[in-house]
């Protein structure tokens, strides 16, 4: 098999969008796979469109999701002298010519086709053809290049996600390649870049199969190899309805603001498309392993919050401590935390992980132990009542002096509620609100063994 080359190449419009996520993670995957060479590719020749924001914006979304490329990022618009270079050679060859038809003359052209029922298209004006006169050459007008399109016949390719594709030749006009101040075309810009940068696979989004028999073309114009092609259906949002920003969370580090972790992206997004058998949670060491084109789906792919929230607990869960702290750490310094009084933050976010779907809510559920409780009166006077304020006070005297283990807490709690004649939950509520301020925490004993001794003794004499 030829080395394999697989290419990342995003137009710098906007963010990274999960589509482009999904189609950078299979394209960098089948690289992997096979140990071949992934490159990124900026696509910046929109002028009008393209920022040096969004270029930052790509780049950062690839260097959170960990999608490492191995050569790049090459840049369209520093490479103007290799396509006027390749637009020379087509002129010499005849595969592309000199067009002096005006936009409006294209429009009018296009609109007698629409009134005839037939697709709009450029009609060959200016296409020389043996024993053609061309229209004189106007004298105040700067041309255009066009490609000289195949007139006859049809462009089939065996594409490996929606198998094989054929469109004529005749539903194809001759398409620009070079614009009047000689800035080349995204078909052609392509075109030559993936022979230029010898890629032998090309992943990418189903809007692009109108692009790929311009693109085929013209790499047989110039004589290069064609790559092989997949076009990947799109992702729907939860509604069902096309992914869109003022809808939905459609930007990769949207994601990352909302909680989620790379690893869980990485691993959802490789599933909306593609499978193994029944796997569902696995690491990208082993989708690279599994990773092929024969089980990408042609369906579209539906977003599941429901599912994306399971899998990043899972995540959650399996990430270390001291990790989770430095995400969560600002987060909680913005609502106010003070860690100077509290435990160790890793801990406390281990304790409150298990059920935490995202590291937001890991940050909120973990302010308990970082900020001084107020429990609601109501609930302190449901619960901390006079026949159990008696087994609040020998639970303090003897916290003075236990082991703060969580097992030896455990035994002594249970020492205290038999001297009382208390059932644990008649104990443990108050325990909950006056060192939390809370009603819902996790074990008792877990949560009094992270206060530590001093913290958990000052907490309960404002309440004795």
């Not at 930007?251 to 909302?258: A, D, G, I, K």
């Not at 003070?338 to 302010?367: C, H, I, Q, S, W």
């Amino acid at each position: 098999m030829t080395d394999v080359r697989t290419r990342f190449a995003p137009s710098p419009t906007g963010y990274l969008h999960l589509g482009g996520a999904r189609t950078a993670l299979y394209s960098w995957a089948y690289a992997r796979h096979f140990g071949g060479t992934f490159v990124l590719r900026i696509e910046d020749t929109d002028l009008e469109r393209s920022t040096p924001e969004a270029v930052q914006a790509i780049i950062e979304g690839m260097q959170w999701l960990g999608l490492s490329h191995d050569e790049g990022p090459f840049y369209q618009m520093q490479r103007m002298d290799r396509y006027r270079e390749v637009v020379a050679q087509m002129l010499a060859a005849g595969t592309a010519y000199l067009c002096y038809s005006s936009k409006e003359e294209v429009q009018a052209m296009r609109d007698r086709f629409t009134e005839l029922g037939e697709k709009p298209r450029y009609d060959g004006t200016w296409r020389p053809e043996p024993g053609k006169t061309l229209p004189p050459v106007p004298a105040d007008r700067t041309p255009v290049v066009r490609f000289k399109n195949p007139q006859d016949g049809d462009v089939t390719w065996d594409d490996v996600v929606k198998g094989t594709i054929t469109i004529a030749n005749r539903e194809l006009d001759d398409l620009i390649i070079a614009r009047p101040d000689g800035t080349p075309t995204y078909n052609f810009c392509v075109a030559v870049d993936d022979w230029d940068m010898r890629i032998t696979h090309v992943l990418r989004g189903d809007d692009h199969v109108n692009n790929t028999p311009r693109q085929i073309n013209i790499l047989r114009a110039i004589g290069a190899p064609l790559p092989q092609y997949g076009h990947l259906p799109m992702i729907l949002g939860p509604d069902g309805a096309k992914l869109s920003k003022r809808t939905h969370a459609a930007s990769v580090m949207e994601f990352s603001t909302m909680g989620y972790l790379p690893e869980t992206m990485l691993n959802y997004l490789a599933r909306l498309g593609w499978s193994h058998g029944n796997e569902e949670v696995f690491s990208m060491e082993q989708f690279c392993a599994w990773f092929d084109t024969d089980h990408l789906t042609s369906s579209a792919a539906q977003m599941n919050m429901e599912k994306l929230a399971w899998l990043n607990n899972h995540y959650i869960k399996l990430a270390d401590n001291a990790r989770l702290a430095t995400l969560a750490q600002p987060l909680m310094a913005a609502q106010g935390a003070d860690f100077a009084g509290g435990p160790d933050l890793a801990a406390a976010l281990g304790l409150m992980k298990e059920r935490a779907n995202t590291v937001n809510e890991l940050a909120d559920a973990a302010m308990l132990f970082f900020r001084t409780p107020q429990p609601d009166p109501a609930l302190l006077a449901q619960h901390l009542t006079d026949a159990v304020k008696p087994a609040l006070a020998q639970f303090a005297e003897r916290c003075a002096t236990v082991d703060m283990s969580k097992e030896a807490l455990g035994a002594m709690i249970k020492e205290v509620l038999a001297a009382h004649g208390l059932k644990m939950p008649q104990l443990a509520m108050p325990l909950r609100l006056v060192l939390t301020g809370q009603l819902q925490t996790p074990a008792i004993d877990a949560v009094i063994a992270l206060l530590g001794r001093e913290m958990v003794l000052a907490r309960i004499q404002k309440f004795l």
